[in-house]
């Protein structure tokens, strides 16, 4: 990224939001880390563990919008590239248990002992390797999704056809992984992970870190976006988005641009995954389920599609909804609440909290003599892939 | 230079939006650090799914341990003070289980878990368990390969259900052929090879034993019970062992039904189907089929015929059926309920240490014993399924198994053992005499 | 036929009970054996079979078929047996008399799948001169499978006297499969035998002519011989039979897409609830069959020809509430209503879970949807058949309907041209809410259909989402040919690739093959060409 | 043959006996055409006529079954894409005004400038000073430069079509193929319209897809009338206009 690119993509808006997530990404770590267990403003360990989930799934959510926020690609199979960067990481994770497995096998993870396989399959050779795993976090759902696109984008799939597609190759995916001779360790996944870099996952310092990291990355994140989206090449996505032969008429070779979008937010998704799995302890094919994909999609509507703050605001907002929701008197009637949120967001927040929001600020907007314009984040309401 | 003032303005708008979302989340955050663990009550927490594909076995589990819970404040609860049950719905979502397990212990300060039903869903806050040091039981038959300091297994283990099952059809039915079906996970995996390894040592060949796997929630049975059917017309009696987990029983069993496999051709023994699996079929064409298990509904005891009677009224069901993990359960709390009353606390460290060695009488007329490698002793009953959906026990063993939580059938575990009470260990191995990897 | 037989068998049950009620009982071995019933011992009961069974006594038949059917009961203090005939009169298995009434302390004798066979060879050699056809028939096929040396005389007696072709046959394929494994038969007997299984040629015959053990080496041989050409022509059969599961499978398929081809291919609205209308009309038949259980019974064979329509106005009505509710404030926005119905398919979930439990529900099959036929040496049951009868007559209804009513009408003529539609006076909203509620209620039938072979719980509808979208979009979007085409050829292609990579590769090699599909034709196998299609 | 090659070469665009169908339904039928450089072609015909189909084929939407489709002489456009084809130069204003409503009229302009269309070259990309200046150039041809920040779905529909129009400018294309410029505008909208394209056509070769005679005779250039896919007539206006089957076909039988 240019340094051009950098000030052109940091806005006020932008600003602000980074500022809030750098802020939770230095004080919660801190407050839990040094001030005494059960002060008034001490954050719990376990809420640390949460909100990192809630990071990294904001992360996911940023990655889906890219797309489709702003070129209209509607994938329901954004999960698979979340797992698969979860996957890559609970595979350094495993060898990294080393003899400290139950049966205190140096190579082979537990399920494979226990299932008498002989050697380690060729596949996790370099796990044991952070910068391998850290590279495959990337590699692996960026060359899925870069040869996925290849083909889709190349033969024009579009609209729902690419959605249902998209939802077939997690599927795929799920029953793959599932399969016990995939060496990914079945329905029950890569578990009981001990330590990352030599640090204890489940110690406070590794989670506080743990969570400063997903803070740091959904930072990086979000600037990489706003970098994209605010260049030319964002101007052309959403061209894309909104009329794509016009788009083609006009020269531009729209199924690059749609595989360059859909590999970087795969790769996005990916690291997502990675950071999720050492935070939650486990990753387990049911990550590529096509319900969890589908219910990515739903955080970016209902946070506010094409607004990348309003993404990650969505993740955090339903699935808080969903720790809140899923305990106590509520519990039984959760789905109804959770189902209830998503037709009321479609039917009576189109634009999603955030895209409302500026929505109903534009006649103050106006009124303050600022020049009616459109920003490319939210205020023009998005067109509709069909 | 295009769009130079446009995000000025965007700014400031998705900067109010935020600031309010951050402040709604901030008060989000209160609400959860604000809750207080109520002194006078001991908080038992259940983690069962009540909503996903799980919800279907789970559910009634949960009902089991708000039940147990009612009857033992009843009799003035425990230690003098009553129980409180924590309920969450942890969705069938695993990752979410460990998020509610964790919440359960550290906000909640429950003093027990009483949870989980797949594998998975017990790998996923086990971790957990261990880190924040609390109390789980887990009440379902497993492919067992685990002894963990924080966790009880209630349920089978595979040397007290799958193993002498096959016995049972070697013995009676003089089986020679096997067809073992399962659905591809875990359980059903290791099962399997601990039941090939047997069958092996009992001198069946390679070529009379078939191993199918199907996906989980498989519904088209028809090529695999025609495969069945072929495999068993070699010539040999031929049984088929399945493993099949819940959901996708029903259309196997529609499928076995309509293909006119009778059991007294080719039975099938599962150890996945029970009298709520069975709720959903008309089992009148299944006639013979049978099921292993711990605990059935049917046998004729004083203990299970006052348990029965006092769940149904309490669910207010009179048509309520009972099954082997809600025994399970029903021993575990009896358990951890004596435990806490010998030393007098809550503490999960001084119940764990008192639990091995604690008796509780289960429902089928014994009493089951919790041992130093967290397993129970149990008895083992093979029922065949009758045709009002109960099981009719056709044979049990003659005294309770102790459960094996490592399989002398594998090699990868043959001499390993668990034990918590002298060494300390799960996973404790008595050829080299030392306690593998982090177990301790 | 076969479905009368309990009835046959305990007709003649009475029958033979009220000759040996005539006559006076004799003491020996027999009470003895029959005294064992009373032992509750799996091995004692066995050796009173046996024993019954060749003992010559008129009470046999009428001990072990009630033996068969649970109206034996023995009171283990006495050690008294009794047989409860079917017209609810009891008599003492050991002399015959009559008695007022069976002890309270009395239970059935029970038997297990060993006993069951016992039972099996024991009735099957007492009834193979019944002069009901059918129980002759029943009883040979049941000395075939037990083939047990002692029943040869009996077989050759019945032989002797029957007159029915079939059951000759197959009295003569039991007396084959007694002499293949009867020691002290000639060689050209055996040669006889293998030859009559060879002819028979199914799976069971193989079975007996692999398992029979040492033999003279011609019928060996011969055997090899039979063997080999049994299995040739069960391979290809078994193409046959693939090929059947691959319709049965593809008629599944288009049920459940069918009405997914209507909303979805019809009127582009992307309903993620579709599971759930399926959902909703097996448990409508579930209710059905609880109504009449209690209280009509006799009515239960019609309980699906019931559910149907029922099925259809409860998903159908369900589906216009939506449609005017939801679904029409986000048309021209497919993928919002994709978002809302996935809402809209939690609720609907949990509502049925908390309404009807979590558990499967049972929902029975009729009896005519009950059983099997054999079709050569392939098996068909009832249920995929009607199965594929009813997928096929919904469709053929389905498109008359679109073709020859004047909804269907209205229905493409909105598809195809909104504006126009509504300037000739169609009311659209009308039509779009009535052909919403058409693909739901379809879904509601589908749902009858699939209660008879899975699960009738919460989540029925979630297993079949994704299979009904990719039949809907690998045949082509607005095409229920298409539809129809892609359910069949998918179903197809699933169960012959399932033998050879099994069922989880198999699918997934299925949905691998979809994804490629589309790169080749984006529009699905049956597209649209054209500028309408792009407009 | 040779005579049929000499006459390629020469040409801007050639079609020769080129064939469409779906379905069976055959919407171009043994069209030929040839437009010199720097000519200016109107095309009429009746709905159906294959107008749009003829566009479609001319930039690689539509592949034909058979014929001959050759631009600037030499650039076989039956085997490239549409990008490829735009790449060529040959731009394309839609029936239905087509632009990217939720951008501004200026960004909108900004997109259709030939410039490195590459996703790096977008990526990377900073406005320099000759793309402001030739963004401007044509907003004031379009008569948009006060609309320069509005949104272009808030612009009327006159405006759409000419900013259309513009962006076929900033494209700058060599062949401008222009469908229906003038429909739904207002008659001085349509005679602005005319000398506009009139303009255009100083420096670009130009086919006009249009049913408004009133305009077609504005614009004063030579008229190619299809029927049923393929060439029913061709000359000017007064000439096309007085063929009897021309008549025939407009007013019905």
């Known amino acids: 990224m240019t340094p051009h690119m950098l000030t052109r993509s940091l806005d006020r808006g932008a600003t602000m939001f980074l500022a809030i997530v750098a802020a939770c990404g230095i004080l919660i770590p801190l407050s839990n880390l040094l001030l005494p267990a059960g002060s008034f403003f001490q954050v719990p360990t376990y809420l640390v563990a949460l909100w990192g989930k809630y990071v990294c799934y904001a992360i996911l959510a940023l990655s889906i919008d890219l797309i489709w926020g702003y070129c209209g690609i509607l994938s329901l199979g954004h999960g698979a590239f979340f797992a698969l960067g979860g996957y890559a990481m609970g595979m350094y994770l495993m060898r990294q248990i080393g003899t400290r497995g139950v049966y205190g096998n140096p190579i082979l993870p537990d399920f494979m002992v226990f299932l008498n396989w002989q050697k380690l399959p060729w596949y996790w050779y370099g796990f044991d390797m952070f910068w391998f795993a850290a590279l495959m976090v990337l590699f692996v759902p960026g060359l899925l999704a870069f040869c996925f696109g290849w083909l889709a984008f190349r033969s024009r799939v579009t609209g729902v056809y690419l959605s249902i597609i998209t939802q077939a190759m997690t599927y795929a995916l799920l029953l793959g992984f599932f399969r016990n001779d995939f060496g990914f360790g079945g329905n029950n996944g890569l578990t009981d992970f001990k330590d990352i870099l030599g640090f204890n996952v489940q110690a406070e310092g590794t989670r506080a870190t743990l969570f400063a990291l997903s803070c740091l990355a959904l930072i990086v994140g979000f600037l990489i976006c706003r970098a994209i989206v605010t260049s030319k090449l964002g101007k052309v996505l959403i061209a894309i988005r909104d009329a794509e032969s016009r788009t083609r008429f006009l020269g531009y070779r729209v199924e690059s641009y749609k595989l360059f979008v859909f590999t970087v937010s795969a790769c996005m998704a990916g690291v997502a995954g990675a950071l999720y799995v050492p935070q939650v302890g486990i990753i387990n094919p049911s990550e590529f389920a096509p319900g969890n994909s589908i219910e990515a999609v739903i955080w970016v509507a209902v946070g506010g599609r094409g607004t990348l703050a309003g993404a990650a605001l969505g993740a955090v907002v339903v699935n808080y909804a969903k720790t809140f929701f899923t305990s106590g008197v509520l519990a039984p009637y959760w789905l109804f609440m959770l189902g209830a949120l998503f037709i009321l967001v479609t039917l009576l927040l189109p634009k999603g909290i955030v895209g409302t929001f500026n929505a109903w600020w534009e006649p103050f907007k106006a009124k303050n003599g600022v020049a009616n314009e459109a920003a490319e984040d939210g205020v023009s309401e998005p067109k509709m892939a069909e | 230079m295009l769009t130079k003032s446009t995000h000025d303005i965007a700014a400031s708008f998705s900067r109010r939006g935020l600031l309010a979302a951050t402040a709604g989340l901030m008060l989000g955050l209160a609400s959860i650090t604000g809750a207080k663990a109520a002194d006078d009550t001991i908080k038992v927490g259940v983690l069962h799914s009540l909503s996903g594909t799980m919800a279907i076995s789970e559910t009634t589990l949960k009902d089991t341990i708000l039940f147990l819970i009612d009857e033992q404040n009843k009799k003035g609860g425990v230690l003098g003070k009553k129980l409180e049950a924590v309920v969450v719905d942890p969705a069938s979502n695993w990752p979410l289980f460990a998020e509610k397990a964790r919440e359960l212990i550290t906000k909640d300060k429950v003093a027990v878990v009483f949870g989980c039903w797949t594998s998975v869903s017990r790998k996923s806050v086990l971790p957990v368990f261990k880190e924040l040091n609390n109390i789980l039981f887990y009440p379902v038959q497993y492919e067992g390969e685990e002894s963990e300091r924080n966790v009880f297994y209630t349920g089978a283990a595979p040397n007290q259900q799958a193993i002498p099952a096959v016995d049972y059809l070697m013995k009676d039915e003089k089986v020679k052929r096997w067809v073992l079906a399962g659905t591809d996970y875990v359980y059903p995996r290791t099962t399997n090879k601990i039941l090939e390894a047997y069958l092996k040592s009992k001198g069946v060949a390679q070529e009379d034993i078939m191993i199918n796997y199907t996906p989980f929630g498989h519904s088209d049975w028809q090529t695999i019970v025609a495969d069945i059917k072929k495999f068993g017309s070699a010539g040999k009696k031929t049984a088929v062992v399945s493993t099949i987990n819940g959901d996708a029983n029903v259309p196997f069993y529609k499928e076995l039904g309509n293909q006119g496999i009778k059991a007294k051709d080719i039975p099938v023994v599962a150890f996945s189907v029970g009298e709520e699996e069975l709720a959903g079929i008309d089992t009148k064409p299944l006639l013979g089929h049978l099921a292993a298990w711990n605990y059935f509904q049917s046998i004729k005891t004083p203990a299970n015929e006052k348990f029965i009677k006092e769940w149904q009224a309490y669910t207010k069901n009179p048509k309520r059926t009972t099954n082997d993990p809600m025994e399970a359960h029903v021993i575990g709390f009896n358990m951890w309920v004596k435990a806490v009353e010998k030393v007098k606390s809550t503490d999960p460290d001084k119940v764990i240490d008192a639990l091995p060695g604690i008796e509780a009488p289960n429902l089928t007329g014994g009493t089951s014993k919790m041992l130093p490698n967290h397993h129970i002793t149990k008895p083992v009953f093979i029922g065949e399924i009758k045709g009002n959906g109960q099981f009719d026990v056709v044979w049990k063993t003659p005294s309770l198994v102790p459960g094996d939580a490592w399989s002398k059938e594998l090699d990868g575990s043959k001499d390993l053992i668990g034990d918590w009470v002298e060494k300390k260990c799960g996973n404790y191995n008595v050829k080299t005499n030392k306690c593998l990897g982090s177990g301790s | 036929m076969l479905a009368n037989l309990p009835a046959r068998l305990c007709a003649l049950a009475l029958s033979l009970f009220l000759i040996a009620f005539a006559l006076p009982a004799f003491a020996g071995p027999f009470e003895d054996a029959v005294a064992k019933f009373a032992n509750d011992d799996f091995s004692d009961t066995d050796e009173a079979i046996g024993v019954v069974a060749s003992s010559g006594n008129k009470l046999a038949f009428p001990i072990i078929s009630a033996l068969q059917d649970g109206r034996l009961m023995a009171d283990p203090d006495s050690k008294k047996v009794y047989v409860v005939g079917a017209d609810g009169k009891s008599i003492d298995a050991a002399t015959g008399e009559p ?437 | 043959m040779n005579v049929m090659d000499t006459r390629a070469t020469s040409a801007m665009l050639y079609l020769d006996g080129v064939h469409v169908s779906f379905d069976g339904f055959h919407a171009i039928n043994n069209l030929s055409l040839t437009l010199a450089p720097g000519e200016m072609r109107a095309i009429i015909g009746p709905n159906g006529a294959g107008k749009t189909t003829m566009m479609d084929i001319i930039t690689g939407k539509t592949k034909p079954d058979e014929g001959t489709v050759l631009f600037d002489g030499v650039t076989d456009l039956t085997r490239l894409d549409e990008t490829r084809i735009a790449e060529l130069g040959i731009g394309r204003k839609f029936q239905k005004p087509t632009v990217f409503e939720s951008q501004t009229v200026e960004d909108n302009l900004l997109l259709a400038l030939n410039v490195d269309h590459s996703v790096k070259g977008t990526l990377f990309w900073r406005g320099s000073k000759a793309e402001s200046e030739r963004i401007e150039k044509v907003l004031e041809t379009i008569r948009l430069t006060d609309a320069r920040g509005r949104l272009a779905g808030s612009l009327s529909h006159g405006q759409k079509q000419w900013l259309e129009i513009g962006m076929l400018l ?22 602005l319209t005319a000398e506009l394209l009139k303009e255009i056509n100083k420096n670009h070769t130009v086919m006009v897809v249009e049913h408004d005679m009133t305009f077609v005779r504005e614009l004063g250039v030579k008229v190619t009338c299809l029927h049923e896919g393929s060439v029913l007539a061709e000359g000017t206006i007064d000439q096309v206009s007085s063929n009897e089957r021309v008549i025939e076909v407009y007013l019905g039988r």
Not at chain 3, 199 to 206: K, N, S
Not at chain 3, 405 to 431: F, K, P, Y
Not at chain 3, 438 to 464: E, H, K, M, R, T
Request: some cysteine.
């Open chain 4, 170 to 191: 900033a494209q700058d294309p060599k062949l401008l193929l222009v469908d229906e410029p003038v429909a739904g505008m207002t008659d001085v909208e349509t005679h």
């Open chain 3, 99 to 535: 008695v007022a009434s069976v002890p309270d302390s009395a239970s059935a004798v029970r038997l297990n799948n060993r006993l069951r066979r016992s039972v099996d060879a024991a009735l099957g050699s007492l009834t193979l001169q019944s002069p009901d056809l059918a129980v002759r028939l029943q009883a040979a096929q049941s000395v075939f499978k037990s083939h047990e040396e002692t029943a040869l005389e009996a077989v050759d007696g019945a032989l002797a006297k029957e007159t029915n072709k079939s059951v000759k046959v197959a009295l003569g394929e039991a007396r084959a499969a007694i002499l293949l494994f009867k020691s002290d038969a000639t060689e050209v007997e055996k040669l006889e035998a293998v030859a009559t299984l060879k002819a028979r040629g199914d799976q069971e015959a193989l079975a007996l002519l692999t398992g029979m053990g040492d033999q003279p080496a011609s019928v060996t041989k011969a055997a090899a011989s039979a063997i080999g050409s049994i299995q040739s022509s069960l391979a290809v059969w078994s193409t046959v039979q693939n090929a059947w599961y691959g319709l049965s499978l593809g008629s599944v398929l288009l049920l459940a897409a069918i009405g997914l081809a209507i909303t979805f291919g019809v009127m582009g609205v992307i309903n993620m609830a579709h599971g759930e209308m399926v959902m909703l009309g097996a448990y409508t038949t579930f209710v059905v069959q609880e109504v009449i259980r209690t209280r009509y019974p006799a009515l239960f064979d019609y309980s699906l020809l019931i559910a149907v329509p029922l099925a259809f106005l409860v998903s159908g009505a369900i589906g216009v509430l939506i449609e005017r509710s939801i679904i029409r404030f986000l048309y021209g926005r497919p993928l919002e209503t994709l978002l809302a119905t996935w809402g809209l398919s939690l609720v609907l979930q949990q509502a049925v879970r908390t309404m009807f439990g979590p558990t499967n529900r049972e929902v029975g099959n009729p009896s005519w949807m009950s059983g099997a036929f054999e079709l050569g040496q392939i098996t068909i049951t009832y249920n995929r058949l009607w199965i594929l009868c009813f997928t096929l007559a919904v469709f053929a209804i389905l498109l008359a309907m679109l073709r020859y009513t004047a909804l269907g009408l209205e229905m493409r003529a909105v598809t195809q041209n909104r504006r126009m539609a509504a300037s000739m006076g169609i009311a659209t909203s009308r039509v779009d809410a009535l052909t919403f509620g058409l693909g739901s209620g379809i879904a509601g039938i589908a749902g009858v259909a699939l209660s008879q072979i899975d699960n009738v719980s919460p989540n029925l509808g979630q297993s079949y989402i994704i299979d009904s979208f990719m039949v809907v979009v690998f045949g082509g979007v607005g095409n229920l040919w298409g539809t129809l085409v892609g359910a069949f050829t998918l179903g197809i292609a699933n169960k012959f690739l399932e033998p050879v990579a099994g069922a989880v590769l198999g699918k997934i090699a299925i949905l691998v093959l979809i994804i490629l599909f589309i790169q080749k034709r984006p529009r699905g196998l049956f597209a649209l060409k054209g500028r309408a299609v792009e407009a």
